[in-house]
């Protein structure tokens, strides 16, 4: 069985400053890990991606992520926030060997004051 | 953007009645899914699809029906709209099983 884990329902940033969103999942199989984001009244759209090639992983708008397969952790961060990063983040797991069905992390919204 | 779009966008209906939503790609994608998207509960999904007519349950399938008669299109059935039905439900696609999905812009429903 595969589960996804986002640790925060909610997490405030100032403007400026460092985001990090957690996600840990539980896996027997060698996952996929997926991020992606949400805007208000708005469809899905891929953050970034793993596919078992490197480990840090980097995507669109400045944000990276880590897998750390020791820590089933696959974690979400950009080095300073902007007020357009304000929205819902879902972390995403595909098992491969697996059923391949994605299974989808409660989500974190993402606050940033000015 | 992925060539997705979902029919009707907003729907208000009563409770009993049926409900078709529609998903439409321009992307001659293999697989399409249906998702609802409830607070506190992310994505879940209700049936996905791996080619014209061959689908497949999801995690909360009770209650829908499925159907893709085209590549390109994948249709969402409520036979009989209860109020635990109301939801925002996405469509997304993707090539192949467990790669990159492409999410439409969704649908909000709510039933009376």
């Known amino acids: 069985a595969q589960s996804v884990t986002q640790l925060d329902s909610h997490v405030s940033v100032s403007e400026g400053t460092p985001v990090l969103l957690r996600c840990n999942y539980s896996?027997?199989?060698?996952?996929?890990l997926f991020w992606y984001v949400q805007h208000p009244n708005k469809g899905l759209q891929l953050l970034l991606k793993?596919?078992?090639?490197?480990?840090l992983v980097k995507g669109i708008n400045g944000f990276e992520a880590e897998f750390k397969k020791s820590e089933t952790s696959f974690h979400l961060t950009k080095p300073s926030a902007h007020m357009s990063d304000a929205a819902e983040y879902f972390c995403?797991?595909?098992?491969?060997?697996?059923?391949?069905?994605?299974?989808f992390g409660r989500g974190t919204s993402l606050i940033v004051h000015p | 953007d992925a060539g997705i779009t979902q029919s009707p966008r907003h729907k208000v209906t009563e409770t009993g009645t049926p409900v078709t939503l529609r998903c439409h790609q321009t992307?001659?994608?293999?697989?399409m899914y249906w998702y609802r998207q409830d607070p506190g509960h992310g994505l879940r999904l209700i049936h996905y699809?791996?080619?014209?007519?061959?689908?497949d349950k999801g995690e909360v399938s009770d209650g829908y029906s499925v159907s893709r008669s085209k590549t390109e299109d994948f249709l969402l059935t409520l036979e009989s709209a209860t109020s635990s039905q109301t939801s925002v439900y996405f469509c997304?696609?993707?090539?192949?099983?467990?790669?990159?999905?492409?999410f439409g812009p969704g649908t909000r429903l709510l039933v009376l």
């Open positions: 896996s027997s199989y060698s996952p996929s």
């Open positions: 995403v797991v595909i098992l491969s060997g697996g059923s391949y069905i994605p299974t």
């Open positions: 699809s791996y080619g014209v007519k061959d689908t």
């Open positions: 793993y596919t078992s090639a490197a480990t």
């Open positions: 992307e001659n994608h293999r697989y």
């Open positions: 997304a696609i993707s090539q192949n099983m467990g790669e990159t999905q492409y």
